[in-house]
């Protein structure tokens, strides 16, 4: 904690030393995203509207984006056959740039919560689905076989051998996909919006309000913070015995 603390000394004091040099809208000081920010929390919580968009578009999305990515991770890793089909399509759409594909999907779902949540889940898709289809795979063979000769069954395979064995890599899966759908969800505002910390960087840019800028990054930055954070928690939530170790 105290090294935290001294790194964000640091490294305000080295905002502050070069803002200095340059002009408010090239550089603001530290004091000056300061006041922009208190300014803008002041204006009858206009601030925790464009907060709290961005923040239901991201998690929504994600949510819609796991729900698909964890049913569809346990159907390619226990079908290789399906896993040869599918893998590719998903790998061509993924490597279609996000930004390129947020136009489009807000031409055809409008310019409100549904094309910036569906942008998010996009986001977040590939990064759980990767790594529930390697958790799942990387279950002890061993250990398969001595529930086998136990007598399981599939059902109790699943949920007492293969998930705890995933959860590991799966919850790096999750923790990856919810803080890139902040990225998804501020592309699409980007791409058309009235509102979200996405729209407030577009709206400041074009009036120069680099200020404004600033303290929409770093809600930003606390939003990411956060679902990371929320994850972690989660996960020592569902996996006690990491936590102790």
Known sequence: MITLFLVGLGVLSVWAGLSTFYPDYILPSPGEVARRARELLGQGGLFA?????????AFVGFLFGAGVALPLSYLL??????????????????????????PLLVIWFGFGLTSKILIAALTAFFPVLTNGVVGL??????LKELFQIMGAGKRQRFFKLEIPSALPVLFGGLRMGLTLSVIGAVVGEFSGAGRGLGYLVYFA?????TALIF?????????????????SWLEAVVMPWRRKR
């Open 205 to 209: 840019r074009g009036t120069f309000d």
């Open 77 to 102: 890793a226990r079908h290789p056959r399906l896993d040869q089909l599918i893998t590719p399509v998903v790998v061509a759409m993924q490597a279609i740039p996000i930004v390129a594909l947020a």
């Open 49 to 57: 509207v464009h907060f709290r968009t961005t923040l239901v578009e």
């Open 215 to 231: 303290v929409a990054l770093l809600a930003l930055a606390l939003l990411g913070v956060g679902f990371y954070l929320f994850v």
């Open 137 to 142: 795979r990387e279950t002890d063979p061993r």
